[in-house]
């Protein structure tokens, strides 16, 4: 698929002129188009509520506005969305990981379900992430998987290597599939979901 080259960090790393990432990449917008084009409705009517919060925190952090398209892929932008795994809210915070950014995880209150306070917690770590591993491919890495993965991974495979979105691509069979695919999955959902129009899709009303 083409993608507008912009000066969006994520959207103009060299690796998605990789021909095995374009591959993968179409395989994720098929994915968008088929299997979840269902679900692409009420996902964007709950992104159209809430992308103007989500908007203004990365443009205040300095972040890429591509990652607006995260909550997106997480959670279909749904504030009580709970995974099997048990990771909460719009941004799919694991409790630990919550408790760990300062928000309150507890039998009565749950502010991963907070759209305001998750938001800024999860722009921070994000931020955080990009400063500590140097490269988008790696911090969204960290973000799905876990830093200590990609702290092992770097440390066992590239203990010398200068990080880079390449680097991720070349290790990126040290991951589960659903870590090694996130960013793919990401793009094809910016693909997708930029251009509702193009894919035949309308949002639905999502109530404020």
């Not at 990432?21 to 159209?48: E, I, K, N, Q, T």
């Amino acid at each position: 698929p083409e993608i507008e080259v912009s000066i969006d960090e994520i959207l103009s790393s060299p690796v998605l002129r990789d021909p095995e990432f374009d591959r993968v990449l179409g395989s994720w917008v098929d994915y968008w188009r088929g299997p979840a084009s269902s679900a692409l409705p009420h996902f964007l009517g709950r992104m159209a509520a809430f992308e103007a919060l989500v908007d203004s925190a990365l443009a205040a952090n300095e972040l890429p506005r591509s990652l607006r398209y995260l909550p997106f892929i997480e959670s279909g932008y749904n504030p009580s969305a709970a995974s099997r795994a048990s990771a909460v809210g719009m941004w799919q915070f694991m409790a630990a990981t919550a408790r760990e950014r300062g928000l309150e995880v507890s039998a009565l209150v749950d502010q991963r379900r907070d759209p305001v306070r998750s938001t800024e917690q999860a722009v921070g770590f994000l931020s955080e992430l990009r400063g500590e591993f140097g490269s988008w491919f790696w911090a969204l890495a960290a973000y799905n998987g876990g830093p200590n993965r990609v702290r092992r991974i770097l440390r066992e495979h590239a203990a010398d290597a200068p990080s880079s979105d390449s680097l991720f691509w070349a290790l990126r069979d040290r991951f589960p599939a659903e870590t090694r695919d996130f960013v793919p999955k990401l793009i094809g959902a910016v693909l997708v979901a930029s251009d509702p129009d193009g894919h035949g899709v309308e949002p639905s009303p999502v109530e404020p």
